[in-house]
């Protein structure tokens, strides 16, 4: 295990923080590392309507200066679980509100820098509602089914980590399929 000497802040922005921690290392060396202060986990949604369609989105993203697909979400906010976000998330981006949202798991973000996790549900028995969204988020939605999605990944037109990782979640778990 490593231990901690000391932890200062070396950058604060709204959206991260930077933390560099000196640390001992299990061999007795000392060394600097930096990681993202500890914060909010996020959300991503499968959902799925009642034809058996999937919502994939798709969003510029700044730092690839590309539009990448991805599924529903976003970060937990102060006092929500991840329920309570998963369906935010999914009436301010797609205008749907889950009648059934299953949890398929979790997992860390990025491991090397931060503690943060993002929690995999599934969405079905959708009803039409929606909130406001975020103003920095201009998302195309469009309705796919599994093999289409799969199809995507394969030509390599899908290619966000996030949206992999949750997918394969999806795929392993045995219910998905039948959950309705």
């Known amino acids: 295990m490593w231990k901690t000497v000391s ?7 709204p959206r991260i923080t930077i933390i560099e921690d000196e640390v001992i290392l299990p061999n007795g060396k000392h060394t600097h590392y930096i990681k993202f202060e500890s914060g909010q986990d996020a959300v991503t949604v499968i959902a799925k309507n009642v034809q058996g369609k999937v919502c994939i989105s798709k969003e510029y993203s700044y730092p690839p200066n590309a539009e990448l697909y991805q599924f529903p979400g976003g970060g937990v906010e102060s006092g929500e679980t991840p329920e309570v976000a998963a369906q935010r998330e999914l009436m301010e981006e797609v205008g749907f509100k889950a009648g059934r949202l299953l949890f398929l798991g979790k997992y860390l973000t990025n491991n090397r820098r931060s503690n943060q996790y993002m929690h995999v549900f599934a969405a079905t028995n959708l009803v039409e ?3 406001p969204g975020d103003i920095e988020e201009d998302i195309v939605n469009e309705w796919v089914t599994p093999s289409e999605l799969e199809e995507k990944i394969t030509q390599g037109t899908i290619f966000n980590v996030h949206m992999l990782a949750a997918w394969l979640l999806y795929r392993t778990q045995g219910q998905v399929e039948n959950y309705a």
């Not at 932890?7 to 922005?13: A, N």
């Open 129 to 131: 509602e929606t909130l």
């Open 7 to 13: 932890s200062k802040e070396v950058f604060k922005h």
